[in-house]
């Protein structure tokens, strides 16, 4: 790779013909690095990834972040050194790529039955110590069950569920609804509304479901 000074890397890439040309390899080599050494250290969010599939990850998080770069050249400031600055863009690409994969088999089958699993398991866990906060987180879980299962609508309850309780990003899950990201920002919304008076129904504020939750983490 050819030696730059950080000003060197925004003329040429600015310019046009074959000095443009080696500092878009150089800077596509650069990137790619970056962004296969992320998906190696995150191997286990992978799961059967190949080697084959992780080299194409790799090429597509390196594609997008070329297109960042060049789209952002105009903001470097050269805190740093520049290879330094675009490779965080490669490291970027891949850390959405990874979330994208991560709910890409995601079933609205699945969305509409498993998104009590994360609370039911923090109900079913018994953390040592502090019993009387034990309980009361107990208590508060079950409340949250109850309240999501019998105050909330069936799209409601898969989106707020998903969204808070397993944190699935709100635009994927808008995406497996086949709604709009503010449609689903809506829900989310007005379930959280529907959860707050029907917690505060049942005698508690959600000041206090949420310090008991958190007492005993």
């Not at 309980?135 to 069950?145: D, F, T």
């Not at 503010?182 to 049942?202: F, M, N, Q, S, T």
């Amino acid at each position: 790779m050819h030696q730059r000074t950080n000003e060197e890397w925004r003329e040429s890439l600015r310019a046009t013909g074959t000095s443009r040309d080696l500092s878009l390899t150089d800077l596509r080599a650069c990137v790619y690095r970056a962004a296969r050494f992320y998906l190696q250290r995150h191997a286990s969010e992978l799961g059967r990834l190949q080697t084959g599939e992780l080299d194409a990850t790799a090429e597509d998080a390196a594609q997008e972040a070329m297109l960042e770069v060049l789209a952002k050249l105009d903001h470097f400031r050269g805190d740093a050194s520049f290879l330094t600055w675009a490779s965080k863009f490669g490291v970027t690409a891949c850390a959405r790529m990874l979330r994208r994969r991560q709910w890409r088999d995601l079933s609205l089958e699945g969305l509409s039955t498993g998104w009590d699993a994360p609370l039911a398991r923090m109900v079913d866990s018994n953390p040592e110590g502090h019993p009387e906060l034990t309980a009361q987180r107990r208590e508060v879980l079950q409340l949250l069950l109850q309240v999501t299962r019998e105050d909330l609508t069936e799209r409601q309850r898969a989106v707020i569920g998903h969204v808070l309780f397993r944190g699935i990003p709100p635009n994927e899950v808008a995406e497996r609804f086949g709604i709009s990201p503010g449609a689903c920002y809506k829900l989310a919304h007005d379930a959280r509304r529907a959860l707050k008076r029907a917690i505060e129904r049942r005698g508690w504020t959600c000041a206090d479901a949420l310090a008991a939750v958190a007492g005993t983490r």
